[in-house]
């Protein structure tokens, strides 16, 4: 993925094939996760980012895991970008850096 609005697209697609899938038009799964029609179709087409407890609250109304919604990893973080964790204990650049594919030991 190269870069947040291919990951944002990619999230999209996933949330509306499920929620098709659930047979959930996009005002119920709004009203269910307190958004509006507009902010889901916003979210479908990449064009609004999903804040995490969000992505929860959409996976439990479709009934799917929360993973089968996200893209896959296809890159590893960059030196510039782990960075920017520096000011962050060890525990959350772990978690960070795992949830991104930076292979251990790559700061």
Same mark, same amino acid.
Not at 14 to 43: F, H, P
Not at 65 to 81: I, M, R, V
């Given at each position: 993925?190269? /870069? !947040?609005? !291919?990951?944002?697209?990619?999230?999209?697609? *996933?949330? /509306?094939?499920?929620? *098709? *899938?659930?047979?959930?038009?996009?005002?119920?799964?709004?009203?269910?996760?307190?958004? @509006?029609?507009?902010?889901?179709?916003?979210?479908?087409?990449?064009?609004?980012?999903?804040?995490?407890?969000?992505?929860?609250?959409?996976?439990?109304?479709?009934?799917?895991?929360?993973?089968?919604?996200?893209?896959?990893?296809?890159?590893?973080? /960059?030196? !510039?970008?782990?960075? @920017?964790?520096?000011?962050?204990? $060890?525990?959350?650049? $772990?978690?960070?850096? !795992?949830?991104?594919?930076?292979?251990?030991?790559?700061?």
């Amino acid at each position: 993925m190269s /870069s !947040d609005t !291919d990951f944002y697209k990619e999230l999209g697609i *996933k949330i /509306s094939e499920a929620r *098709k *899938k659930a047979k959930i038009t996009q005002e119920r799964l709004g009203k269910a996760v307190g958004l @509006s029609r507009t902010s889901i179709t916003n979210i479908e087409k990449g064009r609004q980012p999903v804040l995490i407890h969000l992505l929860l609250k959409v996976a439990g109304v479709l009934n799917v895991d929360h993973a089968t919604l996200l893209p896959p990893a296809q890159q590893s973080a /960059s030196k !510039d970008s782990l960075k @920017s964790l520096k000011g962050y204990n $060890k525990n959350v650049q $772990k978690w960070v850096t !795992d949830i991104i594919g930076q292979p251990k030991g790559g700061s």
